[in-house]
């Protein structure tokens, strides 16, 4: 475990929002050093840009990059979610920052740290896609599936999870733990309220 998480832990083990650890420190940075090695098997020779998408991403995305054994580029991209009747995701999606180059031509990886219902990357896959970029791929560290929405294709995936809410390397709860350094399941007991209020918004309690 690592220092960070043992600091914080003194502290959650008494909180009533953290409950296991579903994704130990160690596991995640061996999983994000697999990722690493396909992408570099698989791009050799191609102008590769990995996007991140701001925030809770980009936690994932600096440990990916530097496990990618290629010259490549980064960029990054803000997006609001609007949501709808009930707080159900519309899959309409607002660009707050946009990329700051061209990405015609381009071999493109968009990365997340999660893909719940699909609706944000997806709409992000169409957005770039009009950008005549060479190819697009994309990869996330979680994969919750059993909520999918939008019909996507991920090429490269962390782990799959189910119905768990999670927290730590860059997911939040109310814009916390983002900085924890493994990824925990919150106690569902403790934000039922919380959960029952929002569930059909965003997955990490979007705000
Ligand atoms: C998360 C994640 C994806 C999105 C996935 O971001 O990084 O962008 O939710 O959800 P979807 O598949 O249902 O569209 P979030 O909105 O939590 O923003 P954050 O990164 O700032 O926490």
């Known amino acids: ?20 650890v579903l994704f130990p420190s160690s596991e995640i940075n061996n999983k994000v050093s697999q990722l690493g090695k396909a992408i570099t098997e698989d791009y050799g020779g191609r102008d590769l840009l990995l996007i991140s998408v701001l925030r809770g991403g980009v936690f994932f995305f600096t440990d990916l990059v530097r496990s990618i054994d290629l010259e490549i580029s980064i960029d990054f991209m803000g997006i609001s979610t609007y949501l709808g009747i009930n707080s159900t995701p519309t899959g309409i999606v607002k660009i707050t920052k946009d990329l700051e180059e061209s990405i015609e031509g381009k071999d493109i990886i968009i990365v997340e ?95």
Not at 1 to 20: H, P, V, W
Not at 148 to 171: Q, T
């Open 1 to 20: 475990m690592e220092n960070s998480d043992y600091i914080n832990l003194k502290n959650l083990t008494k909180s009533t929002i953290l409950g296991r």
């Open 113 to 207: 740290d999660i893909i719940d219902t699909g609706l944000t990357v997806s709409y992000l896959y169409r957005n770039l896609k009009s950008r005549y970029p060479n190819s697009i791929e994309i990869c996330t560290l979680l994969d919750r599936n059993v909520r999918r929405i939008a019909n996507i294709k991920i090429k490269y995936i962390g782990f799959a999870i189910g119905e768990e809410y999670v927290v730590g390397y860059g997911l939040d709860y109310k814009q916390k733990y983002r900085n924890l350094e493994s990824i925990y399941e919150l106690k569902l007991d403790m934000v039922k309220k919380d959960i029952e209020t929002i569930q059909w918004k965003h997955p990490q309690f979007r705000d």
